[in-house]
């Protein structure tokens, strides 16, 4: 039977990256001077995992490495080792390396041998060097080591064997193993002719009779020429249960002698003359031939189709959620059914049920998206759980003392905003570690605890999530903000700014406020590829700061880039879709309002703000626009990034969800559109990008 | 066709033990760790069951331990999955009441032919 190993393959590898992440966390956990036993098992278990696995699917590279941890690990399990600083320091190298190893293998591409032989030998020097006893002797022990009690004559393979004499007497509770000598006999019937004799002599008496024991004891002859190692693989399972001596036909020995000797539980010291009376002999027919017994190496790899390996996603979803849908969909199933029944003759009268009907399977399809959108969403630890570690390294190198601290780990959010998220809060986090917090000195100087905190809290609000990364460190200064964005040429000497204004500063091509580029934050990968990665998920980033006490900034995310609550407009026959998210409110206005300013367009009062308006029908060119002076439309006052203006429609309709669809899949980017979307009549409408649309109107 | 119950804490040896026990007609049921096997086992009667040792919630060995204690499985066969280095883990396997081991790693003919050994 051939199996198609490859199919395991990608699961093999989602569950190794996870046990990598869970032997990861658990060493930057592990408080050295109290080890928790179930700690380090959990840490073992996950090396122990990818060990077996790894093996299985022919991945011998990274069973050998993982099989050098697991010595490491099991020793200090068993508390033959101390757990030092070192040790964990190499064994989350050796983390680092198995993840390189597997994303190559993952990737069908070469792993780096030499770096993978150095980060062996650092664990071998690690186990080898700092241990109470030798641990080539634990590993290498040889697999097999024969207990004295069961006999077993290792006879040599030699050509021309004839045959197995076989004494085989069971202890009494053989059978509660699960192991049974039929089964055994049936197996060595299949390696030769086998005649059995069965020795009697041991049952007791009816009534001190124990059927759940084994009283029975076998004189076996088996004929051909078969390998000790066969004999002994049958036996193998058994050898501590039971009495057990073999011996070649070949070589003239005393059998009997040893079967007594090493079987003193046999009763009444059975000489074998009484044996041979009370046997009856049995006879088993060879059924086959000698089973091929060579296991053919798993040819897997070779065979793979690529079709699994590559680009092909997958997301683990809870059991709860895949039910919830299965339940939706039965509800859509009976509403559909009841609804095929309303129109089947349908008469006025069932007007009202045909209603019912409609209502309850709009109720449905919400619930059914909300269910499936729902499959989609993880929690925002898959992207937190790497800065324990990241944290960890960066502090040692910098010579800081800071304590993570994760908040809401558990906020659901789409799998793409999950991914793409990732990048963005690195580069965050980074700077808060390396421009944020203060070298322990400056801290005590400045009357604050030695060690900085560094906080990432995820929440939901509204239809968004909120993600921010705070520190209690020194925070930004607006002088020295200002001054450095002066220099740069970023923006005029009589530039007037406000808090925030100048905050943003930071978020400027160009503009990079440490001293020195050091390479942990930098790296010329600016703060303004954040902010754009964070715009193109169609979110914001703002930063609140305090000088001397800390900075927090704060991501905001819609929780889904596939779905969309939006208002749908009307300019003459167009319809516009505007992110729900973005308007503020809608008015109409008077002339009082309206200022023109002489080629820089025109404003509107709102309040004590002067607003920008778009015109919308000028913007993209519509002719049947039916209101074309300001006093005729309405004005949708909508914000974009901060940037707040008024555009100018004929109309407002209605609310609702929206699916995106891609425009620049379709077509082309289009400055101001942020994608397009299916409108219940089947016209497309296309969905506003607020942003673009304000950079536009400044234009 | 004779009923498997397969426990293993990896999604990956677990799908492939059922996936080779499966092709070859058997029935087999899936458990993620010792205290899901018991209570399936609890509800089921299963003619084998096969086991990884390491496992949390409940490893192997007490799996096999707490099985034995019910009369239902006093004579099944049960295997353990266990690793070439994990020599102490068949002594204490035994000690619990398995059958026998099959040794990490092995191949989809190794597996069935070691089931076929105690299921005939």
Not at chain 1, 32 to 61: C, M, P, Q, W, Y
Request: charged share 25%.
């Amino acid at each position: 039977m051939s199996i198609d190993m490859a199919q395991f393959h990608q699961v093999f590898f989602e569950e190794s990256f996870e046990g990598l992440d869970i032997m990861e966390t658990g060493l930057l956990n592990l408080d050295l001077g109290d080890v928790d036993d179930e700690d380090i098992n959990t840490i073992f278990r996950a090396a122990h995992s990818i060990k077996g696995g790894s093996g299985t699917f022919g991945f011998s590279a990274v069973s050998d490495f993982t099989h050098v941890m697991e010595t490491l690990l099991d020793e200090m399990r068993d508390g033959r080792r101390q757990v030092t600083q070192p040790a964990v320091d190499v064994l989350l190298a050796s983390v680092d390396c198995l993840k390189e190893m597997l994303t190559a293998i993952q990737d069908e591409q070469e792993v780096d041998v030499a770096s993978v032989s150095e980060y062996k030998k650092a664990l071998e020097v690690e186990l080898n060097g700092a241990s109470v006893e030798t641990p080539e002797a634990v590993s290498t022990e040889p697999a097999e080591t024969v207990d004295e009690s069961s006999s077993t004559v290792q006879s040599v393979d030699e050509e021309g064997e004839t045959g197995w004499r076989i004494a085989f007497s069971p202890h009494a509770d053989l059978l509660k193993t699960g192991n049974d000598p039929v089964r055994m006999f049936r197996e060595l019937a299949v390696l030769g002719e086998l005649t059995a004799k069965v020795d009697f002599q041991g049952v007791p008496d009816f009534y001190d009779l124990d059927p759940e024991e084994c009283h029975l004891s076998w004189d076996l002859t088996i004929f051909g020429d078969i390998p000790a190692s066969e004999i002994d693989d049958i036996f193998d399972w058994v050898e501590d249960d039971c009495d057990l001596a073999i011996q070649s036909l070949k070589e003239p020995g005393d059998i009997e002698n040893q079967f007594t000797s090493s079987a003193p539980s046999t009763p009444k010291d059975a000489p074998s003359e009484a044996s041979i009376e009370n046997t009856s002999e049995k006879k088993v027919e060879s059924i086959a031939p000698p089973a091929p017994v060579k296991a053919k190496p798993a040819t897997a790899k070779k065979e793979a189709p690529k079709a699994a390996a590559k680009g092909s996603s997958s997301i683990r979803v809870d059991t709860g959620k895949i039910d919830t849908l299965i339940n939706m969909v039965g509800e859509l199933v009976i509403t559909q059914s009841m609804l095929s029944l309303v129109g089947e003759h349908f008469e006025l009268n069932k007007l009202d049920q045909l209603k019912n009907g409609l209502s309850q399977l709009e109720r449905h399809t919400r619930s059914l998206q909300e269910s499936v959108m729902n499959i989609r969403m993880l929690p925002i630890s898959f992207v937190f759980s790497r800065f324990p570690r990241l944290v960890h390294d960066l502090s040692t190198k910098l010579d800081k003392k800071i304590e993570l601290v994760l908040v809401g780990e558990n906020t659901e959010v789409d799998k793409t905003v999950v991914e793409l998220l990732s990048d963005p809060l690195v580069h965050l986090v980074r700077n808060s570690l390396d421009h944020g917090i203060e070298m322990p000195a400056d801290r005590v100087a400045a009357g604050k605890p030695e060690t900085g905190t560094i906080t990432l809290e995820a929440y939901h609000r509204g239809g968004n999530i909120v993600i921010e990364v705070k520190d209690d460190g020194k925070g930004l200064n607006k002088d020295m903000l200002r001054t450095k964005a002066i220099e740069k040429g970023l923006i005029d000497e009589d530039t007037i700014l406000s808090d925030k204004q100048t905050y943003e500063l930071i978020f400027m091509a160009g503009f990079s406020t440490a001293e020195q580029l050091s390479d942990i934050s930098g790296r010329g990968v600016g703060m303004d590829v954040v902010r754009r990665n964070i715009q193109s998920l169609g979110g914001n980033i703002e930063i609140i700061s305090e000088l001397g006490k800390g900075s927090t900034i704060a991501i905001h995310l819609p929780l889904t880039l596939a779905i969309l609550d939006g208002q749908s407009i009307a300019v003459g026959d167009e319809r516009f879709i505007i992110p729900l998210g973005a308007i503020i409110e809608s008015i109409n206005i008077d002339e009082s309002m309206i200022n023109r300013v002489a080629g820089r367009g025109e404003t509107f009062r709102l309040r004590d703000e002067y607003l920008p308006i778009v015109r919308m029908h000028e913007i993209f060119d519509v002719k049947t626009a039916q209101a074309k002076k300001l006093t005729e439309g309405l004005i949708v006052v909508v914000d974009g990034q901060g940037m707040r203006c008024g555009l100018f429609i004929d109309d407002l309709l209605g609310q609702q969800q929206v699916v995106i669809k891609s425009l620049e899949a379709n077509y082309r980017k289009v400055e101001g559109v942020s994608g397009a979307t299916i409108l219940g009549d089947g016209s497309v409408a296309l969905i506003l990008d607020i942003p673009g649309l304000v950079r536009l109107s400044n234009q | 066709m004779a009923s498997i119950l397969a426990v293993d804490d990896s999604a990956s040896m677990r799908q492939m033990v059922s996936f080779t026990l499966k092709g070859a007609g058997y029935t087999v049921v899936e458990a993620v760790d010792g205290v899901d096997a018991l209570n399936k086992a609890k509800t089921q009667k299963f003619d084998c069951v096969v086991t990884d040792v390491n496992m949390p919630n409940k490893d192997g060995i007490t799996l096999i331990r707490d099985l034995r204690a019910l009369p239902n499985y006093k004579f099944v066969p049960m295997l353990m999955l266990t690793t070439e280095s994990g020599m102490d883990k068949k002594q204490a396997g035994k000690a619990a009441g398995a059958t026998g081991w099959i040794v990490k790693p092995f191949n989809p003919d190794q597996l069935l032919k070691t089931i076929k050994k105690v299921l005939g």
